[in-house]
């Protein structure tokens, strides 16, 4: 069974700029987060869909924002990129519950803002 | 006060002996409690889940739960250098639906 798939897996962006990142699902997961890792603090929750509905969001500014498609692959959109948005964007996918089924995490998408 | 803690390390510890990695909570209906290993460049991987009192071994690894101290733990019995990594502590609560992390303790278990 394939794992998480995200890309790009790198990306440099300017200041202002926007930008998607995408998360490929294992296949029969329904939920996916959205994690924003960097090494002042750590890693923190971002959002999680489920179903093409967003089911909660982590405490981010709305220049965040994501979406979920018929087939669970997920996008992550940061608009009017700030330098302290350079970070490791994680995406993990579960069967359904957070809490109870494992999450399994890709492998990431390095994010610089120059 | 972070919801979830742990100390930064790092956690030096011989090969053969045993790690011992602790974490806290601050929030006391936290329901589900997991321990993650990541390894350098690499994404979080799940190696324990616990979700009630008490220990639960798998391996060389058990957990300890105790919900009245807000507190569970890692033990990684007969360290491996390959066991060197960082080792994240997250809590789940229903009321939320979100997994929160702590900041990760890293491990260097030295031949």
């Given amino acids: 069974k394939a794992g998480v798939t995200q890309t790009p897996r790198y990306l440099i962006k300017t200041r202002g700029q926007q930008v998607t990142l995408s998360c490929s699902p294992i296949s029969g997961h329904r939920s996916v987060s959205w994690y924003q890792q960097t090494p002042g603090q750590g890693l923190q929750f971002l959002f999680e869909y489920f179903s093409e509905t967003q089911r909660n969001k982590g405490n981010f500014p709305g220049r965040f924002s994501g979406r979920q498609f018929s087939n669970s692959r997920s996008e992550m959109n940061v608009s009017t990129l700030e330098l302290g948005d350079s970070a490791l964007y994680l995406c993990a996918s579960s069967l359904s519950q957070v809490g109870t089924d494992t999450q399994y995490f890709g492998p990431g998408t390095r994010l610089t803002v120059l | ?111």
């Fill in chain 2, 1 to 111: 006060q972070k919801e979830v803690e742990q100390n930064s390390g790092p956690l030096s510890v011989p090969e053969g002996a045993i790690a011992s990695l602790n974490c806290t909570y601050s929030d006391r209906v936290s329901q589900s409690f997991f321990w993650y290993r990541q390894y350098s460049g690499k994404s979080p991987e799940l190696i324990m889940s616990i979700y009630s009192n008490g220990d639960k071994e798998d391996g060389r690894f058990t957990a300890q739960l105790n919900k009245a101290s807000q507190y569970v733990s890692l033990l990684i019995r007969d360290s491996q250098p390959s066991d060197s990594a960082t080792y994240l502590c997250a809590v789940f609560k229903a009321a939320g639906n979100k997994l929160t992390f702590g900041g990760g303790t890293r491990v260097l278990v030295k031949p």
